[in-house]
């Protein structure tokens, strides 16, 4: 498979955003001094026994899931969600296994829940060697499917927190099939993960079976109780992406990384990292599209910044700099698809 090289997480921009210069980049081991720390703090805290377990539940769960992931950091990956109850012969299933299949030939792996339904059709589509499973245990639904079943990719975890953690994180795309409760809660937090800036910018796709309502529906109730009554703005809507073909699917989670590549925070900057340089035409068409979601200044093509130098493997490529206002997060995706466009 392909390799790219992957960012930073980009959560530690977020630490001191106003910062004229990024604050000094702490070791490994002294952020383990601190998760020690923290430990200790629980006895003189008082805290009791179950807030105690929890603590050392979540940090043993998390601890897994990196070094599990870890082996495979330079490879692009894509969470599917969808109902662990969609039967093998439902055309959701057969929209899934295609998907995976064709962002597999891509150089991509698929992660899901590793249960049944749709998330076993992501592993088959996909093949065991281009899967990952975040099984939750649960008094029901809790075996992981035959696909991923024994596999040292498959992480068996206890708490929905550490896993959802787990599928953003690294995550370059995410994809929905149609599903209950689970499904919807998984894209709202996606969502709001990405309008919050509390994530960065990737795609969101709505995967119906061909001719299927499900997500336009869906959308309906988004536009006519949500974005209507001005609970969210026109702009959010450009975060995600609704189809009923695999193919399109595809498309729109493998473009958006034909020129871009990553992002990240620098003091007041946000730093996009592009596969090759911009035009000065395109450069001035950008500057007069997208000066709505600058705080100040203009968009400037630099190449790597020192704050970079721990991640060798982007040094040499270009970059485009400007202050983003870090609040209209649907307008800097259409930033990003016009750089894809250009």
Same mark, same amino acid.
């Given at each position: ?91 959701? #299933? ?6 995976? /299949? ?18 076993? $059709? ?36 206890? #708490? ?26 998984? $894209? ?51 975060? #995600? ?7 399109? $699917? ?9 020129? #871009? ?57 270009? /970059?485009?700099?400007? /202050?983003?206002? /870090? ?16």
């Amino acid at each position: 498979m392909p390799e790219t090289a992957q960012p930073d997480t980009p959560y530690e921009s977020f630490l001191k955003p106003d910062s004229p210069e990024p604050a000094p980049a702490e070791s490994i081991e002294e952020f383990v001094r601190q998760i020690k720390d923290t430990a200790d703090k629980l006895v003189t805290d008082g805290a009791n026994r179950g807030d105690a377990k929890l603590l050392a539940m979540a940090i043993k769960e998390l601890r897994h899931c990196f070094r599990v992931f870890g082996k495979y950091r330079g490879i692009r990956k894509a969470t599917v969600f969808g109902s662990a109850r969609t039967p093998t012969d439902h055309p959701a #299933y057969q929209v899934c296994v295609e998907f995976s /299949r064709k962002i597999a030939e891509q150089g991509w792996m698929v992660i899901t829940g590793a249960a049944n339904g749709i998330m076993e $059709a992501g592993h088959v589509g996909a093949g065991r060697d281009a899967s990952f499973g975040l099984n939750i245990m649960l008094p029901f639904e809790s075996s992981a499917n035959p696909v991923i079943f024994g596999d040292s990719k498959l992480m068996n975890l206890r #708490y929905f927190f550490t896993r959802k953690l787990a599928f953003i994180k690294e995550s370059d795309a995410v994809v929905l099939f149609p599903g209950g409760f689970g499904t919807h809660d998984e $894209a709202f937090e996606t969502l709001t993960l990405i309008q919050t800036g509390k994530s960065h910018v990737f795609p969101i796709v709505l995967v119906d079976e061909p001719g299927g309502t499900y997500w336009t529906r869906w959308q309906q109730f988004v536009r006519e109780d949500l974005l209507d009554r001005g609970y969210i703005g026109p702009q959010d809507l450009h975060l #995600y992406k609704i189809t009923d073909s695999p193919e399109e $699917a595809v498309n729109e989670v493998v473009q958006f990384y034909k020129r #871009y590549q990553s992002m990240r925070y620098i003091g007041g900057d946000l730093i996009l990292r592009l596969r090759n340089p911009l035009s000065e035409a395109t450069l001035e068409e950008l500057r007069l599209n997208f000066t709505d979601i600058l705080s100040g200044g203009t968009f400037e093509q630099c190449g790597a910044l020192p704050a970079e130098s721990n991640e060798p493997l982007l040094r040499d490529l270009p /970059r485009l700099k400007f /202050r983003f206002n /870090r609040h209209d997060q649907g307008r800097l995706r259409q930033l990003i698809d016009a750089i894809n466009r250009a």
